[in-house]
């Protein structure tokens, strides 16, 4: 029996079971904190800091933190909430984000928490990287310009043996995901479209796929991001 | 290659967490990584070829294109570049005739940058096929690249003075110099190896952890975390097998102290690491070294085997039953974020060095997820002394906040740069006056490298300590003459950015975005709000995973808090905005294109 | 007192975001009691005949012309909006922003099926009279200084609508989630 404890999300009352990250237990709660590189049933890596809380005070993501008894979680105040919208800002200017251009407008959950965070235009220079659209795997387009190298993709897919297909290139601001020679060549259709699916913006298209669902229909085109979580209160134990 | 890459395989039991052993054997074999050596690895190991390429491209000393059959890594640290980096650089680019990240077209040599690689006391400095060459002049340049094309070892391209101390050993045979300038009881020559180990083992473990609690000592790499403490946690945690890592990854820029105490008293630290290994009941240690300090493989080795044999290390250690402990010792790759523990764990486990999400800490879930401790080479030398004198002893020195000496790595604009012992609690002052650095003559000390803070005379007084200025040793002086924004900022922004592991967004991203306010002030075109944004902006990496990322707008954030007029000096006070634009310089390219002339 | 004066222009756009600025239909009628125009493609005025309170701008900068008439602008608007993707971020236009300009030349004038067969002599237009491309596109706020942005492409005419009401009453903008989108 999981032991239950108790901790506060900006004042409220909140209960989980111990050991629960804190962005699953604040879902629980009815409380959404945004999240991008956190993909339900893969390991959370707190890459996008897009979660990031204070936590007794200091920042911590709540994706990797496990929640604890008596835990006080500021997750609304004015400084976490301008800290998230700073790093959104920085994902669109760090890539090449023509939202008007791409497969997954409406339904990619970067684009939807800018709509949530009412984003107008970033506030920092857009870096206008070179990146590459590679369209040499069968199944798969990866386009770089979009990617967000949340790893959802390389933690989150492996070949039967437990191998990454996916995979990242070198370091600092020159990272990328690479896709293995070998395995991405032997993709399932299957596969390729839960590659699509967990990519959280449109970096990974399933060739010939795209623009299917009308515009006013998609995603995140009448209701924001996380919406469901905060109109949908799970009856705490 | 196939059967050496195979040979080198089989060395490590096809164990894919010894990885980056197996990458450095094949990189030093044939100077790069090729498609056929990573298929081969992926192959055996049972990995993807993708997977073997994250970890190869992470690091900067592995290539998968050929480096030059001698390949130069000319350290570009702000103290090299102080110290003439810049006319070296341009002789090695004459004499070469190519341009650094660049090959000759015989493939004999290779020119490539490198952050610093803790030789800032005899700068500039570079490494030529895993050997140090220091205090280089466009002279000495011109010298190494006329001694590679007549085709000489690199070992006979040493000029006749080798360095000092142990660097002159049979199996170093290096011109590096310690420079130690100030002795206490850390680097006191007077030791007597296996004296600690002796003691321990008349102790519980359990006594071991309360004597080094009792020191207060705290970690010397920066973070300052109690060791006792951490000793105690590991012990306590669950786990199957327990290890010890030494850090020994000093990879930030303006220290070297580690590597002096590599190369003068190794045997001080096994011995320290060995006592870690008793307290927390690891039966392994691993030297974690950064890739730059390979010139001291073989002697480090040397000391292991000759422990070994005295039994010092192995089975049954002084003939204590069933205490067992054996040390390896694990290159790094060429990455400053490994020097963070977790990264450092990672990228022990053959994997890209990026830092883990905590909880758990390392000394509940390290190591191939066993409980760990990572220390700095510095404390596991200081618990030694602990366990000879006592923990009350050791007290006797410094503050009652930070207990003990500190090893300090001075390198500048100084007369005497080297490595001082010093006990905590000296003033900036008192270094600067110890160092040789005339206080009338000195702009700014910074203070615990890059991560560290860039402090000026109106805080000279302040102590060394953790309870004022904390620091991992590094100190850099900086006189009248230099250009704080330009020369310091700048470089050590840039810094941080190569350095970034790249896998969190904060530290990834804005470091690039920074340097480039940092450069439009420098152009003239600043106005106050950059200096407003830079502030604002710089404390959102504070969100970052690690402490690479979280001090990454340290250099900005410290200088425009401490020099914020040459910022406003350099300024338009005129104006309220410029956005940075230069007509003139956008319309460049398409008149070159189309052969215009530009009528703008 | 006199109406608020608006004044618009289309930079590298697609005038999508004018035909948006016309979509909010009916209100329209409202719109020309609440202000008048000067220099825009809406009436056909040129030349700022006057000083104006608002600017709408479309599109980003991708040529020399294009930074003038934004430069323009700034001197002759209090209140300057950023309209649309392009003029946000540079828009579809920036997508040349990774390839270097004599690549993009060649592509359009040169080697590109349509004009392949077409240009036998080879000529890449550089008559003095034309604008001059610059290195990369540029998003209007990255030039001069940009009061507002309202994203979409184009921007909802409601956004639209309801940013202009908003500015010229002084009243809080109402932003309703649908209404802000950048596609």
């Keep these: 029996m999981n032991q239950i404890i108790r901790f506060t999300i900006d004042g409220t009352e909140c209960m989980a079971a111990k050991g629960q990250y804190l962005v699953d237990a604040a879902r629980e709660n009815g409380i959404f904190i945004p999240t991008l590189c956190n993909y339900p049933g893969i390991k959370p890596k707190g890459s996008c800091r897009v979660c990031t809380v204070k936590v007794n005070g200091r920042l911590m993501t709540a994706c990797t933190t496990p929640v604890a008894e008596s835990m006080v979680i500021e997750n609304l105040c004015p400084e976490i909430e301008n800290l998230r919208k700073q790093i959104i800002e920085l994902f669109f200017v760090e890539g090449n984000h023509f939202c008007p251009a791409c497969e997954k407008s409406g339904q990619c959950e970067l684009q939807a928490l800018a709509y949530r965070y009412k984003i107008m235009a970033p506030r920092y220079p857009f870096a206008f990287p070179q990146r590459e659209v590679d369209a040499s795997n069968p199944k798969l387009i990866k386009d770089q310009n979009r990617c967000i190298l949340c790893k959802r993709c390389i933690r989150g897919i492996h070949d039967e043996k437990g191998r990454t297909i996916f995979a990242y290139k070198r370091r600092s601001n020159r990272v990328e995901i690479g896709i293995d020679p070998k395995l991405g060549k032997e993709l399932s259709d299957e596969t390729a479209q839960k590659a699509m699916d967990i990519c959280p913006v449109g970096a990974l298209l399933v060739r010939e796929k795209g623009f299917d669902i009308p515009i006013g229909e998609r995603k995140y085109d009448k209701t924001p991001i996380g919406h469901d979580i905060e109109h949908h209160k799970i009856p705490t134990p | ?162 360095g000092d101390g142990a660097n002159r050993d049979d199996s170093v045979k290096s011109v590096v110099t310690n420079n130690i300038r100030k002795i206490g009881p850390i680097l006191d020559p007077d030791y007597k190896v296996g004296g600690a180990i002796k003691k321990i083992i008349t102790l519980s473990p359990e006594d071991v952890i309360h004597e080094i609690k009792n020191s207060n000592i705290r970690g010397r790499g920066g973070a300052g975390f109690p060791t006792g403490l951490k000793w105690e946690f590991c012990r306590n945690a669950p786990g199957a097998r327990k290890y010890i890592f030494c850090n020994a990854d000093e990879g930030e820029p303006g220290t070297f102290k580690d590597r002096v105490i590599l190369t003068e008293l190794p045997r001080l630290l096994f011995e320290g690491m060995v006592v870690a290994g008793y307290a927390v009941g690891a039966q392994e240690g691993i030297l974690y070294i950064r890739y730059e300090y390979k010139y001291l493989q073989e002697y480090l080795e040397k000391i292991l085997q000759a422990a070994r044999e005295k039994n010092y290390l192995g089975k049954d250690i002084m003939g204590k039953k069933g205490f067992n402990f054996d040390i390896r010792i694990q290159f790094g790759a060429g990455a400053y974020v490994c020097g963070e523990e977790s990264a450092l764990i990672e990228s022990a486990e053959g994997k890209r060095g990026e830092p883990r999400d905590r909880p758990p800490f390392p000394v509940e879930k390290g190591y191939l997820d066993m409980p760990t401790v990572v220390n700095n080479v510095e404390t596991l030398c200081a ?21 003990g000496t500190k090893l300090l790595s001075v390198s500048g604009d100084c007369r005497f740069p080297g490595v001082y012992e010093v006990a905590w609690g000296f003033s900036v002052n008192d270094i600067l006056d110890m160092v040789g650095a005339s206080e009338k003559n000195v702009q700014a000390v910074q203070v615990g490298g890059p991560s560290g803070s860039l402090i000026g005379p109106e805080e000279f007084s302040r102590i060394l300590g953790y309870e004022d200025l904390a620091t991992g040793g590094s100190l850099i002086i900086f006189d009248k003459t230099r250009d704080i924004i330009s020369d310091v900022v700048l470089n050590f922004t840039e810094f941080f950015i190569e350095e970034s592991c790249g896998s969190c967004s904060t530290c990834r991203i804005l470091p690039s975005i920074l340097k480039q306010k940092v450069e439009k002030i420098l152009d003239a075109r600043g106005v106050m709000q950059d200096i407003k944004d830079m502030e604002e902006w710089g404390k959102t990496l504070k969100a970052s995973r690690c402490g690479l990322g979280q001090t990454a707008a340290n250099p900005i954030l410290t200088s425009i808090k401490n020099f914020r007029h040459l910022y406003e000096e350099k300024i338009q006070r005129s104006k309220d905005f410029d956005s940075g634009f230069d007509l003139s310089k956008a319309v460049q390219e398409a008149c070159v294109a189309t052969g215009r002339v530009p009528n703008i | 007192m006199s109406k608020p004066i608006v004044a618009t222009t289309s930079l590298a756009g697609c005038f999508g975001c004018h035909m948006s600025i016309l979509d909010i239909d009916e209100r329209i009628l409202d719109l020309i009691h609440l202000v008048e125009f000067d220099k825009s493609p809406i009436d056909d005025i040129k030349k700022f005949s006057r000083k104006c309170d608002i600017g709408l701008i479309e599109g980003g900068c991708c040529n020399s012309e294009n930074v003038h008439v934004l430069k323009d602008f700034r001197e002759n608007c209090k209140i300057l909006v950023s309209v649309g993707e392009c003029a946000i971020m540079g828009g579809l236009p920036a997508m040349r922003n990774g390839i270097p300009i004599r690549e993009c030349l060649e592509e359009a004038y040169l080697n590109g099926p349509t004009v392949k067969e077409n240009n036998k002599l080879k000529i890449i237009p550089n008559d003095p009279e034309l604008p001059i491309l610059l290195d990369k596109v540029y998003p209007c706020h990255e030039v001069v200084k940009i009061d507002y942005h309202l994203p979409g492409c184009p921007p909802r005419a409601d956004l639209i609508w309801e940013a202009l009401v908003a500015l010229v009453t002084g009243n809080e903008l109402k932003m309703p989630y649908e209404v802000i989108k950048y596609d």
């Design chain 2, 1 to 162: 290659m196939k059967t050496f890459t195979l040979k080198v395989l089989e060395k490590y039991s096809r164990d894919k967490t010894r990885l980056m052993d197996i990458l450095i054997d094949i990189q030093s074999e044939f100077g790069f990584i090729s498609r056929e050596s990573i298929a081969q690895i992926a192959h055996e190991l049972q990995m993807s070829e993708v997977d073997v390429e994250q970890t190869i491209s992470f690091y900067h000393f592995f290539s998968m294109k050929p480096t030059g059959r001698y390949s130069i890594y000319l350290n570009n640290s702000a103290v090299a570049n102080m110290m003439g980096r810049k006319e070296v650089a341009q002789a090695l680019e004459k004499e070469t005739g190519i341009k650094f990240g660049e090959v000759t077209a015989d493939g004999l040599i290779g020119l490539y940058e490198t952050s610093c690689i803790g030789m800032n006391d005899q700068e500039p400095a570079a490494i030529i096929n895993n050997q140090i060459f220091t205090k280089l002049t466009p002279f000495r340049a011109k010298e190494i690249v006329r001694d590679i094309k007549e085709g000489k070892k690199v070992s006979q391209m040493f000029s006749a003075s080798y």
């Design chain 2, 383 to 403: 618990v030694v002394k602990v366990i000879l004198h006592g923990g009350e002893w050791y007290r006797s020195f410094g503050t009652a906040e930070s207990t």
